[in-house]
């Protein structure tokens, strides 16, 4: 059996340029999330809008199909940073993504986001949140532990960039998506402006001024 383990970024991807449901938001990914596991297992993905949210409980919608609901661990109930992987019986440990840390606090019903979940004797659970867009307003930060996990390692002989925290990417991302605003000047080489929309005039790095 084939279990949905998707990576974050593969999502996001999706989301941003896949093909888009009638009913979905404008940027929701073409790939569906795919059916429950028929055996206990953990870090299984799933992702769309957060329709409900109480201390013991989450309910996403993705596109038309109607909302799911998920338990939260412990963790997330206790108002904890999920920084573990869920330990499973014969499951090899996973790798938590810092911008999967996100506690229960911290989201908020609209939020476009990503979870892994367990699949537990039916029931499934969320463990990890990863918030990728708070549709009128901004996405928050990391709690500063989860953040300082995406601080680089200093290189010798290599000059340091200026570190760009995952909330600072995701809202200037949708800056750029939604308002046309250029990234800030601290991206550096990494700094995007708005494309005009065809038809763009083409020169030839080859032709004459």
């Known amino acids: 059996m084939i279990l949905r383990r998707v990576s974050i970024a593969s999502i996001l991807s999706g989301w941003l340029v896949g093909g888009v449901l009638a009913v979905a938001p404008p940027d929701q990914p073409a790939s569906r999330p795919g059916p429950d596991p028929k055996v206990n297992t953990a870090n299984i993905s799933y992702w769309g809008i957060i329709t409900s949210i109480s201390k013991d409980s989450i309910s996403i919608q993705f596109a038309d199909e109607d909302p799911k609901k ?81 601080m680089p390692k200093p290189i010798p002989g290599v000059v340091d960039m200026p570190h760009l925290r995952y909330d600072e990417l995701r809202n200037a991302h949708w800056d750029l998506v939604d308002k046309g605003i250029p990234y800030p000047e601290k991206f550096g080489p990494a700094r995007r402006w708005p494309v005009a929309p065809m038809p763009r005039e083409v020169k030839s790095p080859r032709s004459s001024p």
């Not at 206790?78 to 992987?85: E, F, N, T």
């Open 70 to 150: 998920f338990a939260v661990s412990k963790d997330l109930a206790d108002g904890q940073i999920p920084m573990k992987a869920r330990p499973m019986p014969g499951v090899r440990p996973y790798h938590v993504a810092a911008s999967s840390m996100y506690r229960l606090t911290d989201v908020r019903k609209g939020d476009w986001v990503v979870i892994c979940y367990a699949h537990i004797d039916n029931q499934n659970i969320c463990d990890h949140i990863s918030i990728l867009k708070r549709p009128g307003g901004r996405v928050p930060p990391l709690p500063d532990e989860a953040e300082s996990l995406r």
